[in-house]
């Protein structure tokens, strides 16, 4: 079991940046995969980036590709999500989320956190 806190989230113009934390119980974090998902209103659900449990593997939705950073502090029990070059598109719920193994769905998410980027 593994229970996921997002921070970090905000209202940021344009242009701007913002790191999204991840903070997660329990001492078998560094065995799990961590994914970011984004929900903008309106929409579905979106894939945004993705770790592997050591964090030698990442993935990244051609959206944010070369624009958000994903990482991971195993000794800290975190995930994190740095996003620059922000666009209004990328308005949204962020969510973290995390998974025992590549091969089954995430099936451990936070609760969310607002971002805003006004144009």
């Known amino acids: 079991q593994v229970q996921l806190v997002e921070s970090g989230g905000g209202l940021v113009q344009a242009g701007g940046s913002l790191r999204l934390s991840c903070a997660a119980s329990g001492r078998t974090f560094s065995l799990y995969y961590m994914g970011w998902f984004r929900q903008a209103p309106g929409k579905e659900r979106e894939f945004v980036a993705a770790i592997s449990s050591s964090g030698h593997i990442t993935a990244y939705a051609d959206s944010v590709k070369g624009r958000f950073t994903i990482s991971r502090d195993n000794a800290k029990n975190m995930a994190y999500l740095q996003m620059n070059s922000l666009k209004p598109e990328d308005t949204a719920v962020y969510y973290c989320?995390?998974?025992?193994?590549?091969?089954?769905?995430?099936?451990?998410w936070g609760q969310g956190t607002q971002v805003t980027v006004s144009s």
């Open positions: 989320a995390a998974k025992s193994s590549p091969s089954i769905e995430y099936n451990y």
